[in-house]
């Protein structure tokens, strides 16, 4: 299947960004917004408004870049996050000792949630390598850049060839 016949691989970023577990989608998609596009975060709903704004722009090499760079981000926060959440538990386990009892109780819920929230995380790390190495593979990348690119001259450089009089 190509991007010709439908594929949607911007939606199918945006789509794992959405569907991502309430116990850490805040996390990843506020890390991807920061590092991706450098905006700060706004909260979940206006982050995501701001991704999926990155992934829908006309075809070219801005949204082949925003692809890209959320893509890539994705790769490390991912990776990132499956190799620190075991070591979550030991610093929330010091900071309920040291705390005052209600910051202790906060901490004590972080604690609960933890098991929950590290089965999200691996749950998300694998539904992204299946992503990675499937629709969102390399060639499949260089497909939608060579798309991007085609649909980038078609849109803006054909019509400005046609006003010059110069071949196309």
Same mark, same amino acid.
């Given at each position: ?6 594929w949607d691989i911007?939606g199918?970023?945006f789509?794992f960004?959405?569907?991502?577990p309430? %116990?850490?989608r805040?996390?990843i998609?506020?890390s991807v917004?920061r590092y991706? %596009?450098?905006a700060? !975060?706004? +909260?979940e709903?206006?982050n995501l408004? #701001?991704?999926g704004a990155? /992934? %829908?722009? @006309?075809p070219g090499?801005? /949204?082949?870049a925003? /692809?890209l760079r ?6 490390y ?5 499956a190799a620190?959440? +075991?070591s979550?538990?030991p610093?929330?386990? @010091?900071l309920?000792r040291?705390?005052a ?7 004590q819920?972080? /604690?609960l949630?933890l098991?929950l929230r590290?089965r999200h995380?691996?749950?998300a790390? @694998?539904e992204w390598? #299946? ?6 593979s !390399?060639?499949?990348?260089r497909?939608?850049?060579?798309w991007?690119?085609s649909?980038?001259e078609r849109r803006?450089?054909?019509?400005? %060839? ?7």
């Amino acid at each position: 299947m190509s991007i010709r016949d439908g594929w949607d691989i911007a939606g199918i970023v945006f789509d794992f960004l959405a569907h991502l577990p309430r %116990t850490v989608r805040p996390e990843i998609v506020s890390s991807v917004l920061r590092y991706a %596009t450098e905006a700060t !975060s706004q +909260g979940e709903v206006a982050n995501l408004r #701001k991704l999926g704004a990155e /992934l %829908t722009q @006309d075809p070219g090499p801005r /949204l082949f870049a925003s /692809l890209l760079r959320i893509v890539t981000t994705l790769d490390y926060v991912l990776a990132r996050s499956a190799a620190t959440i +075991g070591s979550v538990r030991p610093r929330l386990e @010091d900071l309920i000792r040291d705390a005052a009892p209600e910051e202790a109780r906060v901490f004590q819920r972080r /604690l609960l949630q933890l098991p929950l929230r590290e089965r999200h995380i691996a749950q998300a790390s @694998d539904e992204w390598s #299946k992503l990675r190495a499937t629709f969102l593979s !390399s060639a499949n990348l260089r497909q939608v850049e060579e798309w991007c690119a085609s649909e980038f001259e078609r849109r803006i450089l054909a019509p400005a %060839t046609h006003l010059t009089g110069a071949a196309p």
